[in-house]
């Protein structure tokens, strides 16, 4: 069965420092990764995600992430928070044309100090 | 183009009084999803469908029903409602299952006295 671990449940950056959230995984093939943000009372943005090719990949608000098959790991990075990324952030694991969607970590909170 | 769109946004419930959370949405997305929050769990899945007339069961199932009837909506039903069903309750769909690339709804609370 496939699983998610986020080992930080909470975070503490100041603004303009850099992130970085962990994000491991197991699953039996080539996985497909993605990045969620929940700001308070909200539903989940996708951050980004990744299927195949490049394993560094893009996303919205500055956001990037590295997929490392050796380490089974899809961290979360950004070079400088601003005090708008205070949310929760969730790692999700899908994969092999499957119907029955996403695993979910178990999210990182992240608090940004002035 | 609204997105996915839930109903209501909050709601208490005593035991044993059934409700359904609504969900629909606009992007004629084949794959359509339940997913419960709570705090320091992460989502669960509760059911999927993956197409008009077509349901599953997801990780947590028991105590709700789906129904597919359309493309556009996916209600959720609880029959008789539990204190262990406090939660938030998330929709979400994909152009096809095995997409992966998921759209949420804003999301219901629901607390169950």
């Known amino acids: 069965a496939q699983s998610v671990t986020q080992p930080d449940i909470h975070i503490t950056v100041s603004e303009g420092a850099s992130l970085e959230l962990r994000c491991n995984y197991s699953y039996g093939a080539t996985p497909y990764l993605f990045w969620y943000v929940q700001s308070p009372g909200q539903g989940l943005q996708l951050l980004l995600k990744?299927?195949?090719?490049?394993?560094l990949v893009q996303g919205i608000k500055g956001f990037e992430a590295e997929f490392k098959r050796s380490q089974s790991s899809f961290n979360l990075r950004k070079p400088s928070v601003h005090w708008s990324d205070a949310a929760e952030y969730f790692c999700?694991?899908?994969?092999?044309?499957?119907?029955?969607?996403?695993?979910f970590g178990k999210g990182t909170h992240l608090i940004i100090q002035p | 183009n609204a997105g996915v769109t839930q109903t209501p946004k909050f709601q208490v419930l005593k035991t044993g009084q059934s409700m359904t959370l609504q969900c629909a949405q606009d992007?004629?997305?084949?794959?359509m999803s339940w997913y419960r929050q709570d705090p320091g769990m992460g989502l669960r899945l509760i059911h999927y469908s993956v197409g008009a007339g077509i349901t599953d069961q997801g990780e947590v199932p028991n105590g709700y029903n789906v129904s597919r009837s359309t493309t556009e909506d996916f209600p959720l039903r609880l029959l008789s409602a539990a204190p262990s069903q406090t939660s938030v309750y998330f929709c979400a769909s994909s152009l096809l299952a095995g997409d992966y690339e998921q759209y949420f709804g804003p999301g219901t609370r629901l607390t169950v006295t």
């Open positions: 992007m004629n997305h084949e794959y």
């Open positions: 999700a694991v899908g994969g092999g044309g499957g119907a029955d969607g996403l695993t």
């Open positions: 990744y299927f195949s090719g490049d394993t």
